[in-house]
């Protein structure tokens, strides 16, 4: 269990929001606000090194980065890795230790905590959540990630619409979202520019049918049923490292 961690949780991650930065040749690389998010799929090498990716999980857990442990449901890959922190060199750090330990990445994703602009005016304690998550959120060890972007095609296109029809049905979206307020904790983090998609959507549920009832309601909004374009799914456990890893036999 990562020092900075609170007691009984079942990630690495700090008390409050990361402030520690890591320095490469002197300088940081970090957002002007929010965090780095770096997820990473990866299958076991026979080679594999469990204490080393403890090691690595603890150190940077030490320095302020959060990292979740997932145990990943089948073939797309054996383990996930959710990490967020200020410096995206520690992020790449923290890559380089982790493929070292024998993981190798089957797939990643890279982007930012962020507030909407639809949600311009949210309360402080919303907006710090937004930017800052503390995760995983107790009790939710029910897991899924896929990157979605909104279609730009010729007949079907999300930005030909103008900031108010868009804000408007990003609303509608957000209302049938808060239904599942208490069942899912979702984490909307911005890729545009950074990755294949525009949004990484991270959502941890009380139970697997919660995610799935979740995702399967929001795709009758109209924001989704006629503008998302939806990316390939991992879906898994968060637990501790040592259930992550006793879970894949490592």
């Not at 990630?11 to 490469?24: A, I, K």
């Not at 507030?115 to 919303?126: C, F, L, Q, T």
């Not at 959507?201 to 929001?218: A, I, N, Q, R, S």
């Amino acid at each position: 269990m990562c020092p900075a961690a609170r007691p009984g949780t079942s990630c690495f991650r700090p008390e409050f929001p990361p402030s520690r930065v890591l320095y490469t040749d002197g300088v940081a690389l970090t957002p002007t606000t929010g965090l780095g998010v770096l997820h990473l799929f990866c299958r076991l090498a026979p080679e594999f090194d469990g204490e080393a990716l403890r090691k690595a999980l603890a150190a940077a857990g030490a320095d302020g980065y959060q990292v979740v442990p997932v145990a990943l449901l089948g073939h797309k890959a054996d383990l996930g890795l959710m990490a967020l922190g200020p410096d995206v060199w520690r992020l790449r750090r923290l890559q380089t230790e982790v493929t070292r330990t024998g993981l190798v990445p089957a797939q990643s994703y890279v982007s930012l905590t962020e507030i909407s602009e639809y949600a311009a005016g949210v309360p402080e304690g919303m907006r710090q959540a937004r930017l800052f998550p503390q995760l995983p959120p107790e009790g939710k060890a029910a897991f899924c990630f896929y990157p979605m972007s909104k279609r730009r095609g010729e007949a079907i296109n999300w930005y030909a619409l103008d900031f108010e029809a868009r804000r408007e049905l990003m609303m509608g979206h957000g209302k049938v979202g808060r239904t599942f307020h208490g069942r899912v904790l979702q984490v909307i983090t911005g890729s545009t520019g950074l990755d294949d998609y525009e949004w990484g959507v991270t959502l941890f549920g009380t139970h697997p049918d919660d995610l799935k009832d979740c995702v399967y309601e929001m795709r009758f909004d109209e924001a989704s049923a006629l503008y998302a374009e939806f990316g390939p799914f991992y879906a898994g456990m968060v637990g501790t490292l040592d259930e992550v890893l006793a879970a894949l036999g490592a």
